[in-house]
């Protein structure tokens, strides 16, 4: 058990590329932390560092009360499951399982012990004498996870360990992590470019986006009140709508020329992004006036996929293509004009240059 | 694989084509073996007869075992060779692994260096590699013949391990480093056994040329006590007589550890011309 403690990190490949820009986090004793970005947003980099796999460049890494930074992978106390298990293809899952173990020197019967254990909490017992190619993709990882856990490390590092395993299965094994770091309470950092197997596992969020921290924070917390237009788009799915929008005397209008009623929630003139997802429009008789934010839009397409549907519309004169969540038993038609409003609460407004919320 | 449809007039060409391949490649072998068993005269009578009851003899057989010192070259062929191959699967491949796995400066450079030497033959070196051993006191020795095969075998296997080895998943070993296994050791356990095809490959590759050379041997290791196969069987061949018997059964004897070793690795030799080009 320890904190992993990352101060100013940054990485820095052929002298020139900075793939991760100083990033500083610090992680709880016992924390889920879901590192989560597009690919090539230094998440894995990041991993690797705090692994003692790649070098840093400059800043501090520190597992509790230690700086890693030049210490070897071995000694730093973490075990790491890999996205493709990465498991000793000519060793049988015992010895995968025990490798690692015999190879500090562990005795026998302890070795023993711990690989039969692990073996019982993932449910491989049957497979022990089994190479890995004999395995499904599952058991596979079941088996990375495995080797992971007879460590009993201070740390567990996940790098996309489910990106490999079909839909079905992954959300299996989503689950089964998460009860598993419960049930041990080994601190963990795990990378994902997948934002839902990030908001459910995670106790806190690490947005990245270009080797910088967009956001930090509780998955709810970084839905509710994205920290800038990336995260807003990035977290969700669909993803929230965002609309160019300028404020004058008038209100608010689209920079097509739409206006927009209500919302004016007292901005400075100038221009904005002005972000709403699509769980929180609501389709409403009329132009409604008043509280919120309200638009016109026209249909294009009613996309259902099982226990909801989604809206794509448009707005008359053209303009961005915004996405509203209806019950899966509305029946809208392409052309069919619709009313959509917003509670206050939930538009969200973002600088026009820099992305950045503004409240 | 695709197993669908066959027509069976192109498996049967394909076949024969392989048949008379088979057999144009054999034939050298068939004849030498034949003859080997003949008295001298039946071999200039009729070279394709097989051996009868008239023409049957071992005399090619004994002359090997009584003239020369026939047991000594043979251990010195293998001696030679087996060494040669041993070094050159442990130094190629580790400077494959060095090459495909670490980053450093100059690292392509070096790996198109290395490669260098699969085009130029060693062959043309060889006025500065005797005089190397004659400055060395090598001369005559197993050790000159060791060494220059491991020179000249080093560039291929480098080439072909490297890319073996650039294949081999960076996790795993990352995994070997987090389970802290050192550098050697994953070298070792995890990348080896999964290279073993592509070391067979090298060691066939390599085996064939090195045991049935005579240039090397003829320059560096002339002397009585250090004549190889190859060259052992060149005293019955005279400028004037040549004892046909006794260099056709020396050449039958000598392609046999070839075949021993050859049926070792073709299992493995197979695996590693195919794998990468088939799933």
Same mark, same amino acid.
């Given at each position: 058990m320890a904190t992993i403690t990352l101060d100013k990190v940054r990485k820095v490949y052929?002298?020139?590329?900075?793939?991760?820009?100083g990033v500083s986090i610090d992680i709880a004793d016992g924390e889920f932390i879901v590192l989560v970005g597009?690919?090539?947003?230094g998440k894995s980099t990041l991993l690797r560092m705090i692994a003692g796999l790649e070098e840093i460049t400059t800043g501090e890494v520190k597992i509790g009360e230690r700086v890693?930074?030049?210490? =070897?992978p071995a000694d730093r106390d973490i075990a790491m499951v890999f996205q493709n298990y990465a498991?000793?293809?000519?060793?049988t899952v015992y010895n995968n399982l025990a490798y690692g173990l015999k190879n500090r020197g562990m005795p026998k019967a302890e070795i023993d012990k711990r690989v039969k254990e692990a073996a019982r909490i993932l449910e491989i017992d049957d497979y022990? =004498?089994?190479?890995?190619?004999?395995?499904?993709g599952g058991q596979r990882q079941r088996v990375a996870m495995g080797r992971a856990i007879v460590r009993e490390p201070a740390t567990f590092l996940f790098?996309?360990?489910?990106?490999?395993?079909?839909a079905k299965l992954r959300v299996q094994m989503r689950v089964e992590i998460k009860r598993l770091q419960r049930e041990l309470g080994t601190t963990s950092v795990y990378v994902t470019h997948d934002q839902l197997e990030a908001m459910t596992l995670a106790d806190r969020l690490v947005v990245l986006n270009k080797g910088n921290i967009e956001q930090i924070g509780a998955p709810i917390e970084v839905y509710d009140r994205p920290a800038s237009t990336f995260v807003a788009s990035f977290i969700g799915s669909p993803a929230m709508n965002l609309l160019d929008v300028t404020s004058d005397d008038a209100g608010l209008k689209l920079v097509t020329g739409t206006g927009l009623a209500?919302?004016?929630?007292?901005? =400075?003139r100038g221009r904005y992004t002005l972000g709403v997802r699509p769980e929180h429009l609501e389709i409403a008789d009329g132009a409604a006036s008043g509280e919120g934010l309200s638009l016109e839009v026209t249909v294009n397409v009613l996309e259902p996929v099982g226990a909801e549907s989604f809206v794509y519309a448009s707005f008359a004169d053209g303009g961005p293509q915004i996405v509203v969540r209806v019950s899966s038993h509305a029946r809208h038609q392409p052309g069919e004009k619709l009313y959509l409003k917003a509670m206050p609460q939930n538009v969200h407004f973002f600088d026009?240059?820099?992305?950045k919320r503004i409240d | 694989m695709n197993k669908a449809r066959r027509n069976p007039v192109n498996v049967f060409a394909a076949h024969a084509v392989l048949i008379v391949y088979t057999l144009i490649a054999l034939f050298p072998v068939f004849v030498i073996i034949v003859n080997s068993f003949k008295t001298r005269k039946a071999i200039f009578r009729e070279p394709l007869a097989l051996p009868g009851s008239d023409s049957f003899s071992m005399i090619g057989y004994q002359t090997v075992m009584k003239q020369g010192d026939f047991v000594l070259y043979f251990q010195n062929s293998m001696i030679v060779t087996v060494a040669s191959l041993f070094f050159i699967l442990l130094f190629g491949a580790m400077a494959a692994f060095a090459l495909s796995e670490y980053r450093f400066r100059g690292n392509t450079l070096m790996g198109l260096y290395l490669a260098l030497g699969i085009m130029?033959?060693?062959?043309?070196?060889t006025v500065a590699i005797l005089e190397l051993m004659v400055q060395t006191g090598?001369?005559?020795?197993?050790l000159a013949l060791i060494l220059v095969y491991t020179a000249q075998g080093l560039p291929l296997a480098v080439f072909i391990l490297s890319e073996f080895m650039r294949q081999v998943s960076d996790d795993l070993k990352n995994a070997g480093r987090i389970d802290g296994l050192s550098e050697y050791t994953i070298f070792f356990r995890l990348v080896l056994p999964l290279v073993r095809p592509a070391m067979a490959t090298v060691a066939v590759f390599n085996m064939i040329p090195i045991w049935n050379d005579l240039w090397f041997p003829l320059i560096l290791a002339p002397s009585e006590g250090t004549k190889t196969l190859t060259l052992g069987s060149?005293?019955?061949?005279?400028?004037?007589?040549?004892d046909w018997n006794a260099v056709l059964s020396a050449l039958s004897l000598a392609i046999l550890p070839v075949l021993v070793l050859y049926v070792i690795f073709s299992r493995q030799l197979i695996r590693g011309i195919t794998s990468g080009a088939v799933k």
């Open positions: 052929a002298g020139t590329m900075e793939a991760v820009k597009p690919s090539g947003c890693v930074n030049k210490i =070897d498991l000793y293809p000519h060793m022990l =004498d089994r190479k890995p190619r004999a395995l499904s790098d996309e360990p489910l990106s490999n395993l079909d209500g919302a004016a929630s007292g901005l =400075d026009a240059d820099t992305g | 130029i033959p060693i062959r043309i070196g090598l001369v005559n020795t197993l060149q005293v019955f061949i005279g400028q004037f007589v040549t």
